[in-house]
């Protein structure tokens, strides 16, 4: 597929796709003529590294994260970085809240929701 449809498929902007391709998060393939052509795994890829940016991950972290994404399969870790570990837990503990944060809101959602149910089923009772 070419890059238009990568991104519409993903909702990833052409330009930033091209970043990715540069910071090596993403390597489509070369045609004879020189376009880009991308593989349907790119599309699931595309979408990770999108989640891991919108998590507060910066492109030079993805890196080393996204082998831990695809399939099952061992993780060769190569020139062991303490620092990388210390800011990936970090990112991890940051996550970690922030779903905490989210899952609050999202019940203290349900519970309105839950109590709006039950005044449109009290008033439909009383109009009745």
Do not use: W
């Amino acid at each position: 597929m070419r890059i238009g449809e990568l991104s519409k498929r993903t909702g990833v902007a052409t330009r930033m796709l091209r970043y990715y391709e540069e910071q090596g998060l993403i390597s489509p393939r070369r045609s004879h003529n020189g376009y880009r052509d991308y593989d349907d795994y790119l599309v699931d890829r595309v979408q990770k590294i999108r989640g891991l940016i919108d998590s507060g991950i910066p492109t030079r972290i993805i890196g080393n994260i996204l082998p831990c994404l695809g399939k099952p399969q061992v993780i060769v870790v190569e020139d062991a970085d303490p620092e990388l570990r210390e800011i990936l837990a970090e990112e991890r503990d940051r996550m970690t809240e922030k779903i905490r944060f989210l899952t609050h809101n999202r019940d203290a959602i349900d519970s309105y929701l839950d109590a709006l149910d039950q005044a449109m089923t009290g008033s439909r009772a009383q109009a009745s």
